[in-house]
C-alpha cells in the first residue's frame, strides 16, 4: 500500500513560479515510476510529467516542456514539480501517481497508474 499528500499549491500571477511537492507513505516508492496529472475544469485528467524509479528516464507532456521540471529524492520518498512561467491555462488540480513496476521506465497511460494523491489546487491568475 502506498498513501500520496500532495502538497504546494496556491494561487500565482502569470509568469510566477511553483513547487509543487508528493510525499509518499510506505515502502514501494523507490519502485513506483511517479507521475504528476492534471484536470481543468469541465476536462479529463492529463498526464503533466513522469518520472522512473531512479530517475534516470522523465517525461514532459509538449504543453509544458521547458516550463515544468519532474524530480525525485528516493530517500526521502518524495516527488517534485517545479512549475516555472505559469500560464492561465496551467489553472487546474494537479495530482501526483504511483505507478509500481519492476522496470526503470516512465508511464504515460493513466490506467497504469494504482495509486493517487487527493489533488493540490494551483491557480494562475492572468
Known amino acids: 500500500q502506498m498513501q500520496l499528500v500532495e502538497s504546494g499549491g496556491g494561487l500565482v500571477q502569470a509568469g510566477g513560479s511553483l513547487r509543487l511537492s508528493c510525499a509518499a507513505s510506505?515502502?514501494?516508492?523507490?519502485?513506483?515510476?511517479m507521475g504528476w496529472f492534471r484536470q481543468a475544469p469541465g476536462k479529463e485528467r492529463e498526464l503533466v510529467a513522469t518520472?522512473?524509479?531512479?530517475?534516470?528516464?522523465?517525461y514532459s507532456t509538449d504543453s509544458v516542456k521547458g516550463r515544468f521540471i519532474i524530480s525525485r529524492d528516493n530517500a526521502k520518498n518524495i516527488v517534485y514539480l517545479q512549475m516555472n512561467s505559469l500560464k492561465p491555462e496551467d489553472t487546474a488540480v494537479y495530482y501526483c501517481?504511483?505507478?509500481?513496476?519492476?522496470?526503470?521506465?516512465?508511464?504515460?497511460?493513466?490506467?497504469?497508474?494504482?495509486?493517487w494523491g487527493q489533488g493540490t489546487q494551483v491557480t494562475v491568475s492572468s
Open positions: 501517481a504511483a505507478d509500481v513496476k519492476p522496470f526503470d521506465t516512465i508511464t504515460i497511460i493513466k490506467s497504469d497508474y494504482e495509486y
Open positions: 510506505g515502502r514501494l516508492f523507490s519502485s513506483s515510476t
Open positions: 518520472i522512473s524509479k531512479s530517475g534516470a528516464r522523465t
